[in-house]
């Protein structure tokens, strides 16, 4: 069974606000994901990392950033949100290797005032 | 320009049934594909892969069809149950190239009537 986890699970924020979604994961996992998703549109990939200090922007276009200090956790963040950032996001983790299986945390639904 | 497609936006199937949904990739590069089922208000979970040195993946219920010529996968679920009404992605990846990154088609709904 995957151990990932996200918090919040959902947020209600006004325009301007810094916020930080949290993504940990206990399987020690050296891959990690964000990805953006809409209702009935694909996942966006956004950031990824394959490891401590590693973090990549993934596919779509982004003014989040992420962090990896940790195996374990993988944040993302937003400065100053806008009501363009209102989106579901999911955080998941991968094992080094091949096969991509990706283990999914619940997400975030984020919803800028 | 999308390389994951999954056409029908929505399929419904009567319980005991055969559900059948599709994909299509345009990059030839793709070898590994992947099936993932979502509940509302949950992320994705696993459900079966298939590499592109084969051509069909049974998992229980569930087979996955792969067709390289035509760059077509289709997910078979028989017999199909209400508990599979769910929201169905369909990944591909590369694995020596891009990172071995996946790339997601934008989900077929499935609802399964009893």
């Known amino acids: 069974e995957a151990d990932i986890y996200q918090t919040p699970r959902y947020l209600v924020i006004g325009t301007g606000k810094k916020i930080t979604l949290e993504c940990s994961q206990t399987m020690g996992h050296d891959k990690m994901y964000w990805y953006q998703q809409d209702p009935g549109m694909e996942l966006h990939l956004i950031h990824y990392?394959?490891?401590?200090?590693?973090?990549e922007k993934g596919d779509l276009s982004s003014e989040s950033t992420v962090s990896r200090i940790r195996t374990e956790h993988f944040p993302l963040t937003l400065e100053s949100a806008r009501p363009s950032h209102t989106s579901q996001y999911l955080c998941?983790?991968?094992?080094?290797?091949?096969?991509?299986?990706?283990?999914f945390g619940p997400g975030t639904r984020l919803l800028v005032l | 320009d999308q390389q994951v497609k999954q056409n029908s936006p929505s399929l419904s199937v009567q319980e005991g049934r055969i559900s059948i949904l599709n994909c299509d990739y345009t990059n030839s590069m793709f070898d590994y594909f992947l099936w993932y089922k979502k509940y509302p208000a949950e992320g994705p979970t696993f459900l079966i892969s298939?590499?592109?040195?084969?051509d069909k993946n049974e998992d229980g219920r569930f087979t996955v069809f792969l067709n390289k010529s035509a760059k077509h996968l289709s997910l078979h679920i028989v017999p199909s149950q209400p508990g599979d009404s769910a929201v169905y992605f369909c990944?591909?990846?590369?694995?020596?190239?891009?990172?071995?990154?996946?790339?997601f088609g934008d989900g077929t709904t499935l609802t399964v009537k009893p």
């Open positions: 298939i590499s592109s040195i084969k």
């Open positions: 990944a591909a990846s590369a694995e020596n190239t891009n990172a071995g990154k996946s790339t």
């Open positions: 990392s394959y490891g401590v200090n590693s973090t």
């Open positions: 998941a983790s991968s094992e080094q290797g091949g096969g991509e299986t990706q283990y």
